[in-house]
């Protein structure tokens, strides 16, 4: 018994030490990392250094100058490529192997090709169908559909100003009476103006007209009532230009024309 009361000090000093040495151990050893939180390397540093936004950009659109003449090509896919990229209505096509149709048609004068664009011919409507066109434009846009058939021409040149001066004179106010749709038929009148100036578009849906003939298609339009179909074509609405882009028809013209076409597709 005595000698194990000898040696209880020294083993409870030997404990002693060893729990200071695990703390002194756990105290100055580095901090545990978070778990599922992986330091970043250089690399990805770097990374995200070269990733960070160093700015804002924004687009701004130029407007054009005014008075601006709009480039023939524009012109072409804007108003031309309707009937020319199709060869609608016998138009001659934008491509090469349609050399010879528009050799045909400028018969080496291309002033007076340009004044048959700018005025109307057949099938065409003054200016394509569209009035703000001016003369240069028209011009650059006949020079580069001749271009795209192969035949090269100066791209711009004198043209003789058609625009004929316009007053502006106050309409009398009338009052239109409506017109009922069973009374509408078609006349001869209406029917050659038709098929003069109207049957491009409306005889194959270009530009996405209605088809004369097609009831399902004219429905929705007839029931605007026949006054203001009458409207629409002597003003332009949509794609369809102001008498159909053709100027030098007269009012009654417009007009029969229009009934013949709801004649044929009521």
Not at 100 to 112: C, I, Q, V, Y
Not at 154 to 162: G, H, S
Not at 194 to 213: E, R
């Amino acid at each position: 018994m005595a000698g194990s009361h000898e040696k209880l000090p020294r083993v409870f000093w030997v404990q002693i030490a060893l729990v200071l040495i695990v703390g002194l151990f756990y105290i100055f050893s580095p901090s545990p990392k978070s778990h599922g939180v992986a330091e970043a390397t250089p690399a990805q540093k770097q990374m995200i250094v070269a990733l960070e936004p160093i700015g804002n950009v924004e687009i701004k659109k130029e407007a054009a100058e005014p008075g601006a003449a709009r480039a023939g090509g524009d012109t072409v896919k804007r108003v031309c490529a309707v009937c020319h990229s199709i060869g609608l209505a016998n138009a001659p096509k934008l491509e090469a192997s349609a050399k010879a149709d528009w050799e045909t048609r400028m018969a080496g004068d291309m002033n007076s090709l340009v004044q048959s664009a700018i005025t109307g011919k057949g099938g065409m409507p003054a200016r394509g169908g569209d009035p703000s066109l001016t003369d240069e434009e028209m011009y650059a846009a006949v020079a580069d559909m001749l271009s795209t058939a192969g035949i090269e021409v100066a791209a711009t040149a004198e043209v003789a100003d058609t625009t004929a001066a316009v007053t502006d004179v106050e309409a009398p106010v009338v009052e239109v009476a409506a017109i009922k749709l069973d009374t509408v038929v078609a006349s001869a009148l209406g029917e050659s103006t038709y098929k003069s100036s109207c049957f491009a578009c409306h005889d194959t849906g270009a530009a996405n007209s209605p088809i004369i003939g097609d009831k399902i298609a004219w429905a929705p339009r007839l029931e605007t009532g026949v006054v203001a179909l009458h409207a629409s074509a002597l003003k332009g609405k949509g794609a369809m230009p102001a008498k159909g882009g053709n100027p030098t028809l007269s009012d009654e013209e417009v007009i029969e024309a229009v009934n013949y076409i709801i004649a044929n597709s009521k």
